[in-house]
């Protein structure tokens, strides 16, 4: 079992910026497929963004040029760097790596935008 530990989510207003963290041990990152999803109340948990193994990048249209996915791997961490937050964007956001039948999550963190 692999634990993903999430990190950045709070209280922003429109228009803010956060970014969240996702810490993993070793170097799983630099082998799986690693995503930011995201849940809001009373909807499915969709994909906002992920990053290959090979670092190749994809955002849904949703978020496009607003988010950023990277990674670093000597800090084995992934970040999404959310700009212009909208409240549509309220959410909690989850971590997911995976390789295979291999599929880890973390616990989430809360993104509350509001004014």
């Known amino acids: 079992q692999v634990q993903l530990v999430e990190s950045g989510g709070g209280l922003v207003q429109p228009g803010g910026s956060l970014r969240l963290s996702c810490a993993a041990p070793g170097s799983i990152f630099s082998r799986y497929v690693t995503g930011w999803y995201r849940q809001a109340p009373g909807k499915q948990r969709e994909l906002v963004a992920d990053?290959?193994?090979?670092?190749?990048?994809n955002c849904a249209d949703s978020v496009k040029g607003r988010f950023i996915i990277s990674r670093d791997n000597a800090k084995n961490t992934v970040y999404l760097q959310m700009n212009s937050l909208k409240p549509e964007d309220t959410a909690v956001y989850y971590c997911?790596?995976?390789?295979?039948?291999?599929?880890?999550w973390g616990k989430g963190t809360l993104v509350t935008v509001s004014s």
């Open positions: 990053i290959t193994s090979g670092g190749s990048t």
């Open positions: 997911n790596t995976r390789l295979g039948v291999m599929n880890f």
